[in-house]
Structure formats: structure tokens, C-alpha cells
């Protein structure tokens, strides 16, 4: 650890000129994390004064998402970003560029990409061409494993002009907001939250999509192929995830973000309606998820509805989880209890150690529905966040129905 900060030291020094402003100035920013592969993966980001303290917001299509823990030291500035124990490290070289490193801790090492940005570059893909073909609607979409293996997808998109915004749906979630451009026949899309770190690109003619790939992060790829279908759809999320027969009642205790033991028997949740939520706060769909628990809860508590969230993390170090979770709860305004499990998210034996009842989790997240009698009555795999649109807005509808059902009886 202690050599990586070095080195990360050197390299921002490395950067260090005499800049004349050693401020971010208010506006947009165009960045940009460098892989080794020479991909570019690009967003934008908006600098703004509030309350006498530097603020920016990532911006991904329709969503901001707000980093206010913002500090500037003789000619470097350091963003510490909301979630995903994630930030920025770089120097001013001049009052329009910096340059630095996206540095996002990981199990036990540091994930560190060359990082840069640029003062008033408005257009996250500079310099595209006049769009000839119409990429909107539902695509049924393969990724291409070197395995062999396909992992199927719903791409859904929606262009005006040459921009595009949209996402892809998968088993388990989204890809959150995309957002980009048809440069002539060429999508390109791209998606920065501190965390994650997303390029897709591709060919597309009438109602085919071929050569496409997808770079993530410092290192993944896959290629993925795509045709237009309105029909295109998932499982259905509450049939992937299964209880072992003959199961059907939990039994757990775990600590909260506090330090105290929570129990699924303690008289708080007896003859109570409770949803159960398998998360992580690396998790970006939990993060959508959570959000939305978190009005669902204020909402249904009064009538009997309780949430205990359930957070595999990176590391099994309580304080570590503790931490991040309490940034979570935080921004969130999470008011159920988050309980540390103490299980690693990688750990292959994370459901014996935790929910033997469960065969697999699956995904993250995931959302158990327990009766007043603390009964599984369903399982919903995986959550479509506010990328997905009408996607979304029939999940809540879902939710809002099922906890409206459980609460009756």
C-alpha cells in the first residue's frame, strides 16, 4: 500500500507546473481514464460553488451524482467520490487540465487508472459526425464469451439527433445510465459513477448491430452482437433465485453498521411484513435499489413493513465494511438496518455461511419477501434502477403491489 501511494506521489508530481489557478473553475469538464489498451473510457463532470466548498456532479445521461468531499492542496486537487471507496488524485497543469489517477480500492490492492480532465469540453464524444442510421428501440443482445459461453441481453435506446442515451438489461440488474453518440453508423457509449468504468461500441446498420465490444475498467472485453426485436425480454426475475426444498423460515444474526447484533427473531420484526436485501455497497444496482427501499420503507413502516439490508462486501474487516456502509446509509438516508455479515461477496461459500436456506444467490441485489409469519413467499433477483425507464417503473409497481398484498393477509 504504502509503495502505491508512492508511486502515485511521484507521478502527480510529475504533473506539477506553476499553474497560475489552482482551482477547479465552475462549469463542465471532459474526463477521461486511460486503459493500457489505449481505449479511452470517457464522461463529464460539472463543477459548481455551494455553501463556500467546491462540488461536482458526475453526469450520466439523466443522472447526477454528487461528490462534495472535494479538497485542494498547493497545485493538486483530490475528489473523493460518493461510493465504491473510489477517487481521484491529479494535479493543475494549467488552469484548464489536470492529471492524475483513478484510484479504487479493491479486496486487499488499489485499482489505479491514468485519469485526466479538461475545462469546457461540453461534448463527451468530440467531433462525431452526422448520425445515418436510427439506433432507438429494444435490441436482443448477445456477449460474446472467450469461453464460448453468451450471456443474453435487452439493449434499449433512445436517439435524438446523433445523442444517445439508454442502457442494457441483464438477469441481474443494468448497466445503469449510458450515455452517448451515433458518429455516422458507429454507437458509441460510455458511463463513469466512481465505481465503474464502461465503453461499448459498434456498427449498426438497419435493424443489425455487429462488431461491438465492450471494455470495462483497466482490463475486461467482450465483443457483442445485437438485432432489433420489441419483443426481446428476461426471465422473470422471481423465478431465478430458489429456496432448498423443504426451507422456508431464516435464521440469522448479524451486527449493524453500530456494532450491535441484529436478529431476523427479535420482537421488531415479528408479525411484521419484511423484505429481506441481499446488497453490497460496491453494488451499483443495490445503490438504485436502496434508494427506492429507502421511500418504500417510509412509506409501508406505519402499516408493518420492516427491511433489513444483508451487505456482503469486498472484506470481511468490520470496520472497513462499517465505513462503507455508513457512507451508504448516509447518502441514502437509509433508516432500516444495514447488518455486516461478515462474508466476502467472493467468498464461494457466502450462502452456508450466511442464508444456508438459499441454494445460490444469484445476483446482486437480490430481495427476499417474508411473510407476517416470516415465510418466503417470493424472490426477486436482481433490480432495473431508473436507466431502464418503463423497465423501473413496472418493478416499483410490482413492489408496490406485492408489499400492498403481504400487508393484507
Request: glycine share 8%; charged share 25%; with cysteine.
Amino acid at each position: 500500500m504504502r509503495k502505491l501511494l508512492l508511486a502515485l506521489g511521484f507521478l502527480i508530481a510529475g504533473y506539477i507546473t506553476k499553474a497560475q489557478n489552482k482551482n477547479l473553475q465552475n462549469g463542465t469538464w471532459r474526463a477521461i481514464v486511460q486503459r493500457a489498451d489505449g481505449r479511452q473510457i470517457v464522461f463529464s463532470f460539472e463543477v459548481k460553488d455551494s455553501t463556500g466548498k467546491k462540488i461536482l456532479y458526475i453526469k450520466n445521461a439523466s443522472e447526477r451524482l454528487l461528490a462534495d468531499h472535494i479538497s485542494i492542496k498547493d497545485d493538486s486537487v483530490f475528489i473523493v467520490l460518493p461510493f465504491f471507496e473510489s477517487q481521484i488524485r491529479a494535479a493543475f497543469i494549467n488552469e484548464n487540465e489536470v492529471r492524475g489517477v483513478w484510484l479504487k480500492r479493491l479486496v486487499d490492492t488499489y485499482q489505479a487508472m491514468p485519469f485526466s480532465a479538461f475545462y469546457n469540453q461540453p461534448e463527451r464524444f468530440g467531433g462525431a459526425s452526422n448520425a445515418t442510421v436510427d439506433v432507438s428501440g429494444r435490441w436482443a443482445v448477445r456477449f460474446l464469451h472467450a469461453s464460448k459461453l453468451e450471456e443474453f441481453s435487452v439493449g434499449e435506446f433512445v436517439q435524438k439527433g446523433n445523442y444517445v442515451s439508454g442502457t442494457f438489461l441483464n438477469e441481474t440488474g443494468d448497466y445503469r445510465f449510458l450515455e452517448g453518440v451515433m458518429d455516422g453508423d458507429s454507437l458509441k457509449l460510455s458511463a463513469f459513477d466512481g465505481g465503474h468504468a464502461f465503453l461499448f461500441t459498434a456498427k449498426v446498420a438497419g435493424d443489425s448491430i455487429t462488431g461491438g465490444q465492450y471494455f470495462s475498467g483497466p482490463t475486461y472485453h467482450l465483443n457483442w452482437i445485437a438485432h432489433k426485436d420489441p419483443n426481446a425480454k428476461l426471465p422473470d426475475e422471481f423465478s431465478i433465485t430458489k429456496m432448498k426444498p423443504g426451507k422456508s423460515n431464516f435464521d440469522f444474526t448479524f451486527r449493524d453498521i453500530n456494532g450491535k447484533k441484529v436478529s431476523i427473531n427479535d420482537a421488531r420484526f415479528k408479525n411484521k411484513v419484511v423484505l429481506l436485501q441481499i446488497m453490497g455497497s460496491w453494488c451499483p444496482n443495490c445503490m438504485d435499489e436502496t434508494q427506492f427501499l429507502s421511500g418504500l420503507y417510509d412509506k409501508y413502516k406505519k402499516r408493518g413493513l420492516e427491511i433489513i439490508g444483508l451487505a456482503y462486501e469486498r472484506s470481511t474487516d468490520f470496520a472497513r465494511s462499517q465505513k462503507s456502509l455508513g457512507s451508504f446509509q448516509k447518502r441514502f438516508h437509509v433508516k432500516y438496518p444495514l447488518l455486516i455479515t461478515g462474508v466476502s461477496v467472493n467468498d464461494t461459500m457466502r450462502e452456508e455461511k450466511t442464508l444456508p436456506q438459499i441454494e445460490k444467490i444469484e445476483g446482486f441485489p437480490t430481495t427476499i419477501f417474508l411473510n407476517r409469519q416470516g415465510e418466503v413467499e417470493k424472490i426477486h433477483t436482481g433490480f432495473n434502477g431508473p436507466g431502464t425507464g418503463q423497465h423501473y417503473e413496472e418493478q416499483k409497481k410490482e413492489f408496490y403491489a406485492l408489499i400492498e398484498d403481504l400487508l393484507k393477509k
